[in-house]
Structures are given as C-alpha cells and as structure tokens.
C-alpha cells in the first residue's frame, strides 16, 4: 500500500497538514485531542497523522509513551503493508527510534535486542551498527563493574593515607613523608590504571564483538543472494 495516495482530504487532515512539521507540541496535542476521529477517519490520513505523533513522541523526549505507540505503527506497517516514502525506510526508521527510546530508558537489553534485528535486516545500516556499540558499552560486564570497585576502594584508601599523612605524619614523623607520599601516589596511580584500563578493554572487546558479528551476517546475506 502506498505511504498516501488518496486524493480527497477530510477537514481533520487538512487541519493537521496546518500545523509546521517541526512543532512537535502542537502535533501531540492536536493529535491526543482528536485521537477518536482520526482513527475514524481512511486508513492513509490515520497513518500518516499516527506517524507523526509518534514520531513527535520521541523528539520531545516522551520516551515511554512513545514506545506504546511506535508499536502501533510499527503493526500498521506490517499489518497493511505501508510502502514507505521515497528515499526511506519506514519500518527501519521506526525500529531505529524504538531502540533510541529504550536506551533512553536505561533498557539496554531491549535496545540490543532491536538493533540485532535491524542489522541483520541490513548489514550496511551504520547508525544501527555504531547504535549498537553504544548500548553495549553501557552493559557493563562483571570484570568492569570488579575493575570500578578495585578503584573506588583504591582512591578511598588513597585519601585515608593522605589524611594520615597530613595529620600524623608531617607534624610528628616528617622523617617518613617521602615514603608515605610514594605510597598514596602508587595507590592512586593503581586505581586509576584499574579504571582507565578497564573502561578501554570493554571498549575493545565491545569494537571486535561487533564487527565480528556485523561481518558474519553479511556473510550469511550475501551466501543467501546466491543461492
């Protein structure tokens, strides 16, 4: 079904092409205001109207309403075979702006999920890719989450042995400040190697998960195409 085709526009609809695309508020609320008639109203206005609230949803940051209603339009799509716009891909931008609102969320896993769909509905698809390194960095594993609390515990032992320094070494043991220095300086140094080194490791082992993963399903597209 073509994304809009009809040649006849109810008052609503003409009403709503109004209102400038950008003003993301007004579609909301023209949208929330009228929701029964419009969903009265031919399947092309409904549409094209339920995409732009959606997508209203999520540039003004109502995460959470927009994933229960991305899903709606998402259905539709499916459902009614929508053909998307010249140039685009209705579906993928949809999905895309799903997994955006999840990570908004603090939904990592839902937001993986997805984005291991839409690549593997297209491997060439570098927002999803580069989206997708995102979402995993910010699932941290156990190993980093060992490697933060190793340097939490380093820097609070750090400031212990710099208030000691402070208050019992320099006014009563100046003799030993040399060495009560080289000692808070080594711990601290320590900690922030713990942090530092494994914040980078996540990040490389993230970088070639990834590519290898993106690498293997363009091999299984291309190895489908030839047969």
């Given at each position: 079904m073509p994304f809009y085709q009809s040649t006849y526009h109810s008052k609503t609809f003409r009403d709503f092409k109004?209102?400038?695309?950008?003003n993301y508020r007004r579609i909301i609320h023209f949208y929330e205001d009228r929701e029964d008639?419009?969903?009265?109203?031919?399947?092309?206005?409904?549409?094209?109207?339920?995409?732009?609230?959606?997508?209203s949803l999520f540039e003004v940051g109502f995460h959470q309403k927009h994933l229960l209603m991305v899903d709606v339009a998402i259905e539709e799509v499916i459902v009614q075979n929508v053909a998307s716009p010249p140039g685009e891909n209705l579906y993928e931008q949809l999905l895309f702006r799903k997994a955006?609102?999840?990570f908004q969320c603090l939904q990592y896993e839902k937001?993986?999920?997805?984005?291991?769909?839409?690549?593997?509905?297209?491997?060439?698809?570098?927002?999803?890719?580069?989206?997708?390194?995102?979402?995993?960095?910010?699932?941290?594993?156990?190993?980093?989450?060992?490697?933060?609390?190793?340097?939490?515990?380093?820097?609070?032992?750090?400031?212990?042995?710099?208030?000691?320094?402070?208050?019992?070494?320099?006014?009563?043991?100046?003799?030993?400040?040399?060495?009560?220095e080289r000692s808070r300086n080594t711990i601290f140094g320590i900690g922030c190697l713990s942090l530092v080194?494994?914040?980078?490791?996540?990040?490389?082992?993230?970088?070639q998960r990834v590519e290898r993963m993106v690498q293997q399903i363009r091999r299984e597209k291309l190895l489908r195409q030839e047969k």
């Open positions: 109004g209102i400038e695309a950008t008639t419009i969903r009265g109203l031919d399947f092309e206005e409904y549409f094209e109207m339920l995409v732009a609230y959606v997508n955006a609102s999840h937001c993986h999920y997805i984005l291991l769909q839409l690549i593997r509905i297209d491997p060439y698809h570098n927002d999803a890719i580069g989206f997708l390194k995102k979402c995993l960095r910010r699932m941290e594993p156990a190993f980093l989450e060992r490697a933060k609390a190793t340097a939490i515990f380093l820097f609070l032992l750090a400031a212990l042995v710099i208030s000691i320094e402070v208050l019992l070494v320099r006014p009563f043991y100046e003799m030993h400040t040399g060495l009560v080194g494994g914040l980078l490791w996540h990040r490389f082992r993230v970088e």
